[in-house]
């Protein structure tokens, strides 16, 4: 029970976007058992999954890291629910939310390839090559499932520059990557979680990647095509 | 025989301080072949045992296309050292293992070390340095560069009698580690050239036959994976070093720190502070280094000129000796006023990692001018001294952008162009008057950059940046640092320097001045509408700028120039002085970072500029 309860409250965390949330917001995880919510709390912090300040809780690096791994499963078996086996999105999500603390990081990946190789009109994108042509069929797949909300519920993926400071991004390719190579060296690569750290008006942003910050001109932002990292 | 030990690392990870702190003052400066980056080699003398250690400049990996990423990949594959020393930023240990992986591949002897430990332990990470050690099998030196601690183990490590060769093997795709099996195996490679030659990296030792096959492979696995194996193996050294770190790093709960990102990166309060900044240090360097440069010139005088002029010696000797005087105090009056000072300050911005920050704000408005954010400091610098404007454009990514900021730093008026303009224009004809030069000026410099960003060869790429920690800086190591490149500047404009004003003392005794006088009096009054005196001082200028004003009142005979020059002609003569050719010591510079040519060409192109600029002034107030 604990152990559920400390992934559903890191999820919960990332999924607010916000860097510190107070205890009183996650209440309703624990169902009313306020003990066993801060026991598990505690269990975290010890664990260096989470800091309390003043203002509440933040997830740390590696929290962060934790808190995508399960928001990441929660998608892959909610498309698989909703695409495969035609459940309804809200009750594929619930199924999603209880199954992800049991599920192996392995089998995810098997069903994410799964999901992936059952034709390109359900490619989505994860993993997937980084060349130009195959973002712009991406791109066009993606948008083309905007519509149907039983199709898909994965998030699009757009641009970099397209993003608000603040949000946790996974990395899906990198386009005219000839230009950009310096972006590898530095760890940019597909699959990488970068947090979009600050953003000008001109688009010209600060990711924080493996704990460095980097500044990227608004013409190289546009060319990392990410997908937020949050589940409905 | 000595044994040969280089420092490798990521920028800024503390590589240089371990390379001073080990090495002391007496280094060498060398251009490496072919290129314009420069190695520094030092002598070290450790228990009675001397050894080099160079510093190799700091890169991110060993596979890009950049002139220092080269250097460092030929210089390890090829070059005699005996000893890789390769730094880490415990921080940000797991970016930095990328890099090592790389460098571990070379199998040649190498120790681990790994500095910033105090950064690391604040920020709540435990790093496992014996695990390290045996996942690499060689040795790990925890440092703490700032501090000195641990230096004289890499010093033991460098003279000791095992030198460590590294065993870590990082996992490869299977596809490429089958394709760089058969490239050993056929061209007889070894396991890092075999990697660079499917990463489609040029390499000294690898022939045209190795990378065309190695090329047919890639396509090959590149049509498979729908990714080109640069992509792969990239992908696969940072899992591995994303593995390694994992299990060497143990985390604990960190303090909360004080962002004060929040307030530099952000449009506002970021710009004003950036401009604050900017302009406060221009106005201190200016008004302290004015002083600083007036004091020099007149200890000078009295000590070094004045006796000289006292000694009567022989015309000859006479005059040769005062100009070698004068190009020493020229020399040194910028030396330690304005190059000193300015990098006391860009010392100061480097070390506190603010320098990345205004880069990151000043991206967009350099990219009018076809510069990035980096080509603030370059131009900013250019209002104190072009000289060391010009050395900092080495700090820009590409060479398209060093020769575009090189060519606008020689148009911008430096201190002693606006002594010029101050002076002659300020003074004698009023303000106005000297805005406007300075409005002509900037004109210029943004049609050129305008026009430089789509004519200069060369690829364009975005800015990517890694930003610097914020921390506190060492004085030591700011003035330390501003001094080394003081020194670099002697150096290098000191000689030329030295070797004109002794052929502007000889053509001065053999009265040559006189007669180029005589000879440009009809040219220059036609042309600029100047007599030859004034032209003559304008020559002056390519010495110091301000000697084209001093000149011009000493040949007048008076200071008071209204007396001898119409207020158009005072204006053309500014004017063109500010314009036309940068002097000696610019000059100097501009050879030695961007190369003989380009040099010439900048030479030629002000010199044209200001002349015809002038001659078109003339030709206006002639009409009007």
New interface residues.
């Given amino acids: 029970m604990t152990f559920e309860l400390s992934e559903d409250i890191l999820e919960a965390i990332l999924n607010t976007g916000k860097e510190t949330v107070k205890v009183s917001n996650l209440e309703d995880l624990a169902h009313g058992d306020t003990e066993g919510l801060s026991k598990a709390v505690t269990c975290l912090k010890d664990k260096g999954y989470l800091t309390e300040s003043g203002d509440g809780l933040s997830l740390t690096d590696k929290g962060t890291v934790k808190a995508a791994q399960v928001a990441r499963k929660h998608a892959v078996l909610t498309s698989f629910l909703t695409e495969v086996l035609g459940t309804e999105p809200d009750h594929a999500s619930k199924e999603a939310c209880l199954m992800e603390h049991s599920v192996s990081s392995e089998t995810i990946e098997r069903l994410d390839t799964f999901l992936e190789k059952r034709g390109p009109r359900h490619k989505t994108g994860r993993g997937r090559p980084w060349g130009r042509h195959a973002a712009h069929m991406e791109m066009s797949s993606s948008q083309e499932h905007e519509g149907h909300a039983r199709l898909t519920k994965r998030n699009p993926i757009v641009s970099l520059s397209e993003c608000e400071e603040g949000s946790l991004l996974h990395v899906s390719m990198i386009r005219c990557f000839g230009k950009h190579s310096r972006l590898i060296d530095l760890g940019v690569i597909p699959g990488e979680l970068i947090t979009l750290r600050r953003k000008l008006d001109n688009n010209a942003v600060v990711i924080t990647v493996k704990g460095c910050d980097i500044a990227l001109s608004p013409e190289v932002a546009e060319n990392i095509m990410v997908e937020r990292c949050n589940t409905q | 025989m000595m044994r040969r030990a280089v420092l490798i690392g990521n920028p800024s990870v503390g590589k240089s301080l371990i390379f001073n702190q080990l090495t002391g003052l007496g280094v060498e400066v060398s251009n490496y072949p072919g290129t314009t980056v420069g190695l520094m080699t030092g002598i070290v003398r450790y228990n009675e045992t001397e050894f080099s250690l160079t510093d190799l400049p700091g890169i ?2 060993l ?3 950049s002139d220092e990423e080269k250097l460092v990949r030929e210089y390890l594959i090829t070059g005699d050292a005996d000893l890789i020393v390769a730094v880490l930023d415990a ?2 240990l ?2 930095n293992l ?2 090592l992986l790389q460098a571990a591949e070379i199998r040649k002897p190498l120790v681990i070390v790994l500095n910033m430990m105090d950064d690391a332990r604040s920020a ?1 990470k435990i790093i496992d340095a014996d695990a390290l050690s045996k996942k690499f099998g060689v040795p790990v030196i925890e440092t703490i560069a700032t501090e000195g601690k641990n230096l004289e183990k890499i010093a033991d490590y460098v003279i000791g009698d095992e030198l460590p060769v590294p065993i870590i093997v990082p996992r490869y795709d299977h596809h490429i580690e089958a394709a760089a099996k058969s490239l050993q195996k056929f061209h007889n490679l070894s396991e890092a050239e075999s990697m660079f030659a499917l990463e489609n990296v040029s390499l000294s030792s690898l022939s045209p036959e190795v990378m065309e096959s190695a090329a047919a492979i890639s396509s090959e696995i590149e049509k498979r ?4 194996p ?2 792969i193996i ?2 696969n050294r ?1 899992n591995t070093a994303k593995a390694i770190s994992e299990e060497v790093t143990t ?4 303090k ?1 720190r004080r962002d004060l ?1 929040s307030l530099l ?3 506002f309060p970021g710009i004003p502070i950036l401009i604050i900044t900017m302009v406060g240090i221009l106005a201190v360097v200016f008004l302290l280094g004015g002083f600083l440069e007036g004091a020099i010139i007149s200890v000078m005088t009295t000590y070094l000129l004045d006796p000289f002029h006292a000694l009567n010696l022989s015309p000859f000797f006479d005059t040769v000796g005062s100009a070698v005087i004068l190009a020493l105090m020229s020399g040194l009056g910028i030396a330690f006023p304005y190059v000193f000072l300015f990098y006391i300050f860009i010392s100061i911005l480097e070390d506190t990692g603010y320098l ?1 920050r205004a ?3 000043a ?2 408005g350099m ?1 009018h001018l076809g510069l ?2 980096q080509g603030l400091i370059p131009l900013v610098l250019s209002f104190g001294c072009s000289v060391p404007a010009i050395m900092s454009t080495r700090f820009l990514p590409t060479r398209r952008e060093r020769v575009i900021a090189s060519v606008l730093v020689t148009m911008l008026p430096c201190s002693a162009r606006t002594v010029v303009i101050s002076g002659i224009v300020a003074s004698f004809i009023g303000f106005g008057a000297a805005f406007s030069i300075y409005g002509i000026v900037f004109i210029l410099v943004f049609v050129l950059g305008c026009v430089l960003s789509r004519i200069t060869p060369g ?1 364009q ?7 610097a920690q914020l921390r506190r800086p060492i004085p030591k190591y700011v003035v330390r640092k501003a001094w080394m490149r003081v020194s670099e500047f002697l150096y290098i404009a000191m000689p030329l320097l030295l070797i004109s004003s002794v052929f502007l003392g000889i053509f001065e005794y053999l009265g040559l001045v006189t007669m180029f006088e005589s000879f440009i009096d009809p040219i220059s009054t036609a042309v600029l509408g100047l007599p030859g005196f004034a032209f003559t001082a304008l020559m002056f200028g390519i010495l110091r700028k301000e000697m084209a004003f001093e000149t011009l009142a000493i040949m007048g005979g008076t200071t008071d120039l209204a007396s001898i020059l119409s207020s158009s002609q005072l204006y053309i003569f500014a004017l063109v002085c500010v314009l036309f050719v940068p002097c000696i010591s610019t000059i100097a510079v501009l050879m030695k970072e961007i190369g003989v040519k380009a040099a010439a060409l900048i030479t030629v192109f002000t010199l044209t500029l200001g002349i015809s600029l002038g001659a078109l002034l003339h030709f206006v107030f002639m009409l009007v």
Avoid at chain 2, 225 to 228: A, C, I, R, W
Avoid at chain 2, 251 to 254: E, V
Avoid at chain 2, 461 to 467: A, D, R, T
């Fill in positions: 991110y990996s596979s890009g296309k921080k940000h797991e970016r990328y890099l709540g994976h729908m990714m080109s640069e992509q990239g992908a940072h985390l604990s709960p960190q909360k990102d990166t952000r449009g990345t880069a990151f704000l991206d967009r990219h990035h954010g690829e790429y975005g800015m990517i940046l890694e930003m």
